[in-house]
């Protein structure tokens, strides 16, 4: 089992609905989970944090997190072409890979909302 | 806040050439830096991690001595590419962080083109 997994898609939306991102991470002592987003040919760019069970909102974008699945998600709401990019899930790495805690990242799923 | 400069953006020289990139946390002290590697319509590949005034640790499969990693100060980490060939062609992203647990600020990213 991968560290984190992530559906590639591609994932399409329409303009205004809602787009889905799911991610599952296999360590069960993680605290910390990152959303990054990543336009092409750029680097990623950090849009959500989220460390406790439940739901986080920051403007249209939702985290959710449930430890005892091993799954956060983010939803995108009223979804904009300008939110068209890969969508990086990252975990921090257990403790047994040291003091520094490198994040594993997700290989990403590729969104695109049509106008 | 939270602003990392990578400098470079972008450099395209000759087989056999070396090559310095830099990496700059601008309002914030990183006692971490990451260094990343991103092939065409890959995810992420964490390169090495570097503490300010330690030696960097490298990933498995990652030459340290191809690839120099220089963390002299809180706010500046350097990377090297030494002898540099077509193969080391790639997209090379920093990050960094201020303590665990706290998410990773990456920079613009470099555009290594090896002829």
């Known amino acids: 089992q991968k560290e984190v997994e992530q559906n590639s898609g591609p994932l399409s939306v329409p303009e205004g609905a809602i787009a889905s991102l799911n991610c599952t991470y296999s360590?069960?002592?993680?605290?910390?989970f990152f959303w990054y987003r990543q336009y092409s040919g750029k680097s990623p760019e950090l849009i959500m944090s989220i460390y406790s069970n439940g739901d986080k909102e920051d403007g249209r974008f939702t985290a959710q997190l449930n430890k005892a699945s091993q799954y956060v998600s983010l939803l995108i709401r009223d979804s904009q072409p300008s939110d068209s990019a890969t969508y990086l899930c990252?975990?921090?790495?257990?403790?047994?890979?040291?003091?520094?805690?490198?994040?594993?990242f997700g290989s990403g799923t590729q969104l695109t909302v049509l106008p | 806040g939270a602003v990392v400069s990578q400098h470079p953006s972008r450099v395209i020289c000759k087989s056999g050439t070396s090559v310095k990139i830099e990496c700059r946390s601008l309002d914030f002290q990183a006692t971490t830096m990451f260094w990343y590697r991103q092939f065409p319509k890959q995810s992420l590949m964490l390169m090495a991690t570097s503490n300010e005034g330690s030696k960097a640790t490298y990933e498995q499969g990652v030459e340290k001595d191809k690839f120099l990693i220089n963390h002299a100060s809180l706010t500046l980490s350097t990377l090297t590419v030494t002898s540099a060939h077509p193969e080391d062609s790639s997209f090379y992203i920093c990050s960094a962080r201020t303590d665990q647990g706290q998410p990773q600020h990456f920079g613009d990213g470099t555009r290594l083109s090896i002829l």
């Open positions: 990252a975990v921090p790495r257990g403790i047994s890979s040291g003091s520094a805690r490198q994040l594993t």
């Open positions: 360590d069960r002592v993680s605290q910390s």
